[in-house]
Protein backbone atom coordinates (compact mmCIF):
# COMPACT_ATOMS: atom_id res chain seq x y z
CA UNK A 1 0.00 0.00 0.00
CA UNK A 2 1.16 3.11 -0.69
CA UNK A 3 0.73 5.15 2.24
CA UNK A 4 1.51 8.70 0.59
CA UNK A 5 -1.72 10.32 -1.06
CA UNK A 6 -2.25 12.54 -3.34
CA UNK A 7 -1.38 16.21 -1.67
CA UNK A 8 1.97 14.51 -0.86
CA UNK A 9 1.12 14.02 2.87
CA UNK A 10 1.61 10.34 4.43
CA UNK A 11 -1.56 9.13 5.94
CA UNK A 12 -3.17 9.58 8.44
CA UNK A 13 -1.97 13.14 7.90
CA UNK A 14 -3.67 13.72 4.50
CA UNK A 15 -6.63 15.81 4.85
CA UNK A 16 -9.45 14.02 3.15
CA UNK A 17 -11.18 14.59 -0.05
CA UNK A 18 -14.57 13.13 -0.61
CA UNK A 19 -14.43 13.74 -4.21
CA UNK A 20 -10.92 12.60 -5.26
CA UNK A 21 -9.87 9.65 -1.79
CA UNK A 22 -12.65 7.03 -1.70
CA UNK A 23 -10.86 4.49 -3.65
CA UNK A 24 -7.58 5.37 -1.50
CA UNK A 25 -9.82 5.04 1.94
CA UNK A 26 -11.38 1.53 -0.01
CA UNK A 27 -7.65 0.29 -0.32
CA UNK A 28 -7.26 1.08 3.21
CA UNK A 29 -10.23 -0.43 4.74
CA UNK A 30 -9.19 -3.67 2.50
CA UNK A 31 -5.74 -4.06 4.07
CA UNK A 32 -6.95 -3.20 7.39
CA UNK A 33 -10.23 -5.73 7.47
CA UNK A 34 -8.74 -8.50 5.68
CA UNK A 35 -11.32 -11.51 6.77
CA UNK A 36 -14.72 -10.35 6.63
CA UNK A 37 -16.59 -10.09 10.01
CA UNK A 38 -19.12 -12.83 10.39
CA UNK A 39 -21.29 -13.54 13.23
CA UNK A 40 -22.68 -17.07 12.42
CA UNK A 41 -26.17 -17.42 12.48
CA UNK A 42 -28.72 -19.03 15.64
CA UNK A 43 -30.68 -21.61 15.27
CA UNK A 44 -32.79 -22.38 18.63
CA UNK A 45 -34.77 -25.33 16.71
CA UNK A 46 -32.20 -26.72 14.30
CA UNK A 47 -28.78 -28.13 16.44
CA UNK A 48 -25.73 -26.85 13.81
CA UNK A 49 -22.56 -29.06 13.84
CA UNK A 50 -20.85 -27.18 15.98
CA UNK A 51 -23.67 -27.59 18.65
CA UNK A 52 -23.54 -31.64 18.98
CA UNK A 53 -19.97 -31.94 20.30
CA UNK A 54 -20.15 -34.22 23.87
CA UNK A 55 -18.98 -34.03 26.92
CA UNK A 56 -15.78 -36.20 28.35
CA UNK A 57 -16.39 -37.69 31.91
CA UNK A 58 -13.73 -35.83 33.54
CA UNK A 59 -15.77 -32.72 33.08
CA UNK A 60 -18.28 -33.86 34.35
CA UNK A 61 -16.44 -35.47 37.65
CA UNK A 62 -14.50 -31.40 37.57
CA UNK A 63 -18.35 -30.32 38.72
CA UNK A 64 -19.52 -33.34 41.60
CA UNK A 65 -17.91 -31.84 44.63
CA UNK A 66 -19.68 -28.64 43.90
CA UNK A 67 -23.15 -29.76 43.32
CA UNK A 68 -25.08 -28.43 46.55
CA UNK A 69 -26.01 -31.46 49.23
CA UNK A 70 -29.82 -31.45 48.69
CA UNK A 71 -29.84 -32.17 45.11
CA UNK A 72 -30.31 -35.66 43.46
CA UNK A 73 -32.29 -35.14 40.67
CA UNK A 74 -30.96 -33.39 37.61
CA UNK A 75 -32.66 -32.53 34.35
CA UNK A 76 -29.99 -33.05 31.59
CA UNK A 77 -32.05 -30.67 29.05
CA UNK A 78 -29.50 -31.13 25.80
CA UNK A 79 -28.37 -34.56 26.56
CA UNK A 80 -27.17 -35.67 23.34
CA UNK A 81 -26.20 -39.43 23.36
CA UNK A 82 -26.12 -39.72 27.17
CA UNK A 83 -22.96 -38.81 27.89
CA UNK A 84 -23.49 -36.50 31.04
CA UNK A 85 -26.66 -38.47 31.84
CA UNK A 86 -24.26 -41.80 32.17
CA UNK A 87 -21.67 -39.93 34.36
CA UNK A 88 -24.19 -38.35 36.70
CA UNK A 89 -25.91 -41.28 37.15
CA UNK A 90 -22.58 -42.86 37.73
CA UNK A 91 -22.27 -40.55 40.94
CA UNK A 92 -25.80 -41.72 41.98
CA UNK A 93 -28.25 -38.88 40.13
CA UNK A 94 -31.57 -39.45 39.37
CA UNK A 95 -31.39 -38.19 35.45
CA UNK A 96 -34.39 -36.89 33.37
CA UNK A 97 -33.31 -36.66 29.78
CA UNK A 98 -34.16 -34.24 27.35
CA UNK A 99 -33.61 -33.09 23.89
CA UNK A 100 -34.22 -31.48 20.64
CA UNK A 101 -32.89 -34.76 19.00
CA UNK A 102 -33.98 -37.93 18.81
CA UNK A 103 -32.12 -40.10 20.40
CA UNK A 104 -32.15 -43.64 22.22
CA UNK A 105 -30.88 -41.87 25.76
CA UNK A 106 -33.45 -39.47 25.55
CA UNK A 107 -36.76 -39.56 27.49
CA UNK A 108 -38.34 -36.78 26.09
CA UNK A 109 -38.05 -35.19 22.70
CA UNK A 110 -38.10 -30.93 24.22
CA UNK A 111 -36.95 -27.92 22.89
CA UNK A 112 -35.46 -26.30 26.58
CA UNK A 113 -36.06 -22.84 25.16
CA UNK A 114 -39.30 -22.67 23.67
CA UNK A 115 -40.82 -20.18 26.41
CA UNK A 116 -44.30 -21.01 26.14
CA UNK A 117 -43.06 -24.82 27.45
CA UNK A 118 -42.84 -25.98 30.94
CA UNK A 119 -42.30 -29.63 31.82
CA UNK A 120 -44.60 -30.67 34.45
CA UNK A 121 -41.79 -32.22 36.75
CA UNK A 122 -40.24 -28.25 37.32
CA UNK A 123 -42.97 -27.78 39.71
CA UNK A 124 -42.87 -30.29 42.34
CA UNK A 125 -38.67 -31.32 41.82
CA UNK A 126 -37.51 -29.23 44.57
CA UNK A 127 -34.03 -31.41 44.77
CA UNK A 128 -33.24 -30.64 41.36
CA UNK A 129 -30.81 -29.05 39.12
CA UNK A 130 -30.35 -28.53 35.44
CA UNK A 131 -27.30 -29.62 34.28
CA UNK A 132 -25.82 -29.80 30.71
CA UNK A 133 -23.47 -28.46 28.22
CA UNK A 134 -25.72 -26.75 25.94
CA UNK A 135 -25.87 -26.05 22.34
CA UNK A 136 -22.77 -23.87 21.52
CA UNK A 137 -24.95 -21.32 19.03
CA UNK A 138 -27.39 -20.84 21.20
CA UNK A 139 -25.87 -20.95 24.95
CA UNK A 140 -27.31 -17.66 26.08
CA UNK A 141 -30.86 -18.69 25.60
CA UNK A 142 -30.01 -21.68 27.62
CA UNK A 143 -28.72 -19.69 30.20
CA UNK A 144 -31.52 -16.94 30.38
CA UNK A 145 -33.76 -19.85 29.93
CA UNK A 146 -32.76 -21.10 33.15
CA UNK A 147 -32.13 -18.57 35.21
CA UNK A 148 -36.23 -17.72 34.07
CA UNK A 149 -37.41 -20.93 35.38
CA UNK A 150 -35.59 -20.11 38.48
CA UNK A 151 -33.93 -23.27 39.34
CA UNK A 152 -30.24 -24.27 40.03
CA UNK A 153 -28.20 -25.04 37.37
CA UNK A 154 -24.80 -25.59 36.06
CA UNK A 155 -23.80 -25.42 32.38
CA UNK A 156 -20.98 -25.72 30.99
CA UNK A 157 -19.53 -23.16 28.36
CA UNK A 158 -16.79 -21.70 26.79
CA UNK A 159 -14.98 -18.91 29.26
CA UNK A 160 -14.64 -15.33 28.32
CA UNK A 161 -15.49 -11.53 29.60
CA UNK A 162 -17.72 -10.64 26.82
CA UNK A 163 -21.31 -8.52 28.40
CA UNK A 164 -23.25 -11.21 28.50
CA UNK A 165 -20.82 -13.24 31.19
CA UNK A 166 -20.46 -10.50 32.81
CA UNK A 167 -24.08 -9.62 33.19
CA UNK A 168 -24.53 -13.50 34.47
CA UNK A 169 -22.39 -13.24 36.86
CA UNK A 170 -24.02 -10.14 37.86
CA UNK A 171 -26.73 -12.07 38.08
CA UNK A 172 -25.81 -14.23 40.72
CA UNK A 173 -24.04 -16.87 38.29
CA UNK A 174 -20.63 -18.61 39.47
CA UNK A 175 -17.76 -20.16 37.65
CA UNK A 176 -15.64 -23.17 38.21
CA UNK A 177 -12.47 -22.81 36.01
CA UNK A 178 -10.72 -26.02 35.37
CA UNK A 179 -6.71 -25.02 35.06
CA UNK A 180 -6.88 -27.39 31.60
CA UNK A 181 -9.05 -27.07 28.69
CA UNK A 182 -11.78 -29.38 27.99
CA UNK A 183 -11.16 -31.37 24.84
CA UNK A 184 -14.65 -31.93 23.98
CA UNK A 185 -15.49 -35.04 21.74
CA UNK A 186 -16.41 -34.45 18.28
CA UNK A 187 -19.71 -35.02 16.21
CA UNK A 188 -17.34 -37.38 14.17
CA UNK A 189 -16.05 -39.15 17.37
CA UNK A 190 -12.53 -37.55 17.70
CA UNK A 191 -11.55 -37.22 21.45
CA UNK A 192 -8.35 -37.29 23.55
CA UNK A 193 -4.83 -36.45 21.89
CA UNK A 194 -6.97 -36.20 18.63
CA UNK A 195 -9.38 -33.32 19.81
CA UNK A 196 -7.92 -30.46 21.25
CA UNK A 197 -10.13 -27.12 21.91
CA UNK A 198 -10.02 -23.62 20.44
CA UNK A 199 -10.94 -22.31 23.83
CA UNK A 200 -11.09 -22.11 27.10
CA UNK A 201 -14.37 -23.74 28.82
CA UNK A 202 -16.24 -23.20 32.66
CA UNK A 203 -18.65 -24.28 34.60
CA UNK A 204 -21.16 -21.56 34.94
CA UNK A 205 -23.18 -22.01 38.18
CA UNK A 206 -26.64 -20.55 39.55
CA UNK A 207 -27.83 -21.46 42.77
CA UNK A 208 -24.99 -24.07 43.45
CA UNK A 209 -23.85 -21.64 46.40
CA UNK A 210 -19.90 -21.30 45.99
CA UNK A 211 -19.62 -18.51 47.75
CA UNK A 212 -16.83 -16.46 45.43
CA UNK A 213 -17.89 -15.68 41.64
CA UNK A 214 -14.11 -17.84 40.65
CA UNK A 215 -13.60 -20.64 42.11
CA UNK A 216 -9.97 -22.69 40.81
CA UNK A 217 -10.13 -26.66 40.26
CA UNK A 218 -7.02 -29.14 39.18
CA UNK A 219 -7.60 -30.89 35.96
CA UNK A 220 -4.78 -33.68 35.48
CA UNK A 221 -3.52 -34.47 32.22
CA UNK A 222 -3.58 -37.99 33.31
CA UNK A 223 -6.97 -37.36 33.82
CA UNK A 224 -7.56 -35.75 30.55
CA UNK A 225 -6.02 -38.73 28.69
CA UNK A 226 -7.54 -41.94 30.90
CA UNK A 227 -11.04 -40.50 32.20
CA UNK A 228 -12.74 -39.79 29.13
C1 LIG B 1 -23.05 -29.66 22.86
S1 LIG B 1 -24.23 -30.97 22.70
C2 LIG B 1 -24.12 -31.68 24.29
C3 LIG B 1 -24.60 -33.08 24.40
C4 LIG B 1 -24.49 -33.65 25.85
N1 LIG B 1 -25.12 -32.75 26.79
C5 LIG B 1 -23.06 -33.78 26.24
O1 LIG B 1 -22.54 -32.88 26.85
O2 LIG B 1 -22.41 -34.78 25.89
C6 LIG B 1 -25.74 -30.03 22.75
C7 LIG B 1 -27.02 -30.78 22.51
O3 LIG B 1 -28.07 -29.81 22.54
C8 LIG B 1 -29.11 -30.25 21.68
N2 LIG B 1 -29.95 -29.08 21.36
C9 LIG B 1 -29.74 -28.12 20.44
N3 LIG B 1 -30.72 -27.19 20.50
C10 LIG B 1 -31.56 -27.59 21.50
C11 LIG B 1 -32.76 -27.05 22.05
N4 LIG B 1 -33.27 -25.92 21.60
N5 LIG B 1 -33.37 -27.74 23.07
C12 LIG B 1 -32.83 -28.89 23.54
N6 LIG B 1 -31.70 -29.44 23.05
C13 LIG B 1 -31.06 -28.79 22.06
C14 LIG B 1 -28.36 -30.84 20.49
O4 LIG B 1 -29.21 -31.73 19.79
C15 LIG B 1 -27.16 -31.52 21.20
O5 LIG B 1 -27.44 -32.89 21.45
Not at 131 to 154: G, Q
Not at 180 to 197: E, L, M, N, V
Amino acid sequence: MNNELEGGQPWPFHKFNENTDSRVVDDLTYNIRVKPITTAPKTPTIPQGRDTFETPNYAVDLLIPFIPKNIDFVWECAAGSGKIVNRLKHHGYGVYATDIRQNSGIDLIWNFVDPTAVPMFINYMRNMAIITNPPYSVKELFINRALEMDCPFAFLINADYSGLQINWIKKGCEKIIPNRRIDFITPTGRQGKTSASQFHSIWLTHGFNLGRTETFVELSLKEKKENI
